[in-house]
């Protein structure tokens, strides 16, 4: 198995400047700042032609922004897709994003809605999942208005949004019953209560020196949890559910070098196992690359969900 060799250079590239800064713990303010200058310098070029448009939902006490997005070929009028994004619960915004919504909605001709869910640790678990599962619930209540039909409302999420996407999944079968017609999880979170050694790609790929390591993974969970949450909870680490029945049909994209690899992997076998699995994708890139859109394997992989997701949402 070789690296991909553009990722293999912006890996080169990420470490050389780590080896040049003084050893210091970035603050979360710190690590906020930091994870989205890296996103808008390596998200690309934007693709042409997508509308967007910004909303605020309707959360009781607060309002979620989102944004919606529209593509210039509308191709399937009925579906839409809940975008979830990453950031381990605690980083990343709309704008972090936004191109990659923009080329995923554009090349598929459906539509998506991406949400700004509160963030840890100023807003710790069910905060996010809450704020997904509101957004979720509103484009089933606006159906009408948005000109879709309720039985093709799909989830994507990358990352720590994979993590909520599924958790979604789950709630929306037993608690909300409201349907889900797909779903698209990108190098998903999906333990963090089992130590790292369980899975050897945490072991083989989380010492930092591929973009995602051990510590930063430990460092999000505790954000996320506050000190009355255990990490065995299904929808912190979904992993553990112990049936997958209430689960949609599923995609699953993964990257060989990334420590979430092995967890991603497992889910993907359960799924085949009960029949649930639609597709999974391997790529020889790093945790986060979906979302880097200078990459060509970036470009690649965004060109054969975006079809994926068309066909799904056709049928």
């Known amino acids: 198995m070789t690296i991909d060799l553009a990722t293999e250079a912006l890996l080169t590239q990420f470490n050389q400047q780590s080896a040049t800064m003084q050893p210091h713990k970035p603050t979360i ?22 509308q967007v448009e910004a909303l605020r939902l309707p959360a009781g006490t607060h309002d979620i922004p989102a944004r919606l997005y529209h593509p210039q070929q509308l191709l399937v009028p009925d579906a839409i897709v809940l975008f979830i994004h990453g950031g381990g619960w ?3 915004d709309l704008d972090c994003y936004d191109g990659l919504v923009r080329s ?17 640790p100023e807003h710790p678990y069910p905060a996010g999942l ?45 608690m909300l019953k409201l349907p889900v ?47 009355d949450e255990t990490s ?18 599923t995609s699953i994209l993964l990257a060989d070098f990334d420590p979430l690899f092995d967890e991603g992997y497992i889910l993907a076998e359960r799924l085949k196992s009960v029949g649930l ?22 470009q690649q992989a965004r060109s054969q969900l975006a079809r994926q997701i068309r066909e799904d949402l056709l049928t």
């Not at 998903?188 to 591929?210: E, I, T, W």
């Not at 065995?232 to 049909?249: F, G, I, T, Y």
């Not at 391997?282 to 690359?289: D, L, Q």
């Open 29 to 50: 303010e710190e690590s906020r700042i930091g994870a989205r200058a890296m996103f808008l310098s390596l998200a690309g070029d934007n693709e042409p032609g997508c």
């Open 90 to 92: 605690s980083l990343g």
């Open 104 to 120: 995923l909605c554009q090349q598929s001709g459906v539509r998506f809605l991406s949400v700004e869910y509160r963030l840890a």
């Open 130 to 174: 809450d704020d997904v599962s509101t957004a979720l619930s509103w484009l089933h209540q606006n159906a009408a208005a948005l000109s879709i039909t309720t039985d093709k409302v799909a989830l994507m999420g990358d990352s720590a949004g994979g993590n909520l996407a599924i958790a979604l999944s789950v709630r929306a079968a037993r």
């Open 181 to 227: 017609a797909a779903q698209y999880l990108i190098y998903p979170v999906l333990d963090v209560h089992q130590p790292h050694d369980v899975y050897p790609s945490r072991m083989q790929f989380g010492n930092g020196d591929y973009l995602l390591a051990r510590s930063a993974i430990d460092d999000t969970r505790n954000w996320y949890l506050t000190a």
């Open 232 to 249: 065995d909870n299904s929808e912190v680490s979904p992993l553990l559910l112990s049936h997958l029945d209430d689960l949609p049909p």
């Open 277 to 298: 699995l639609r597709r999974l994708a391997r790529f020889p890139s790093i945790h986060a690359f979906f979302s880097f859109g200078v990459l060509p394997i970036s």
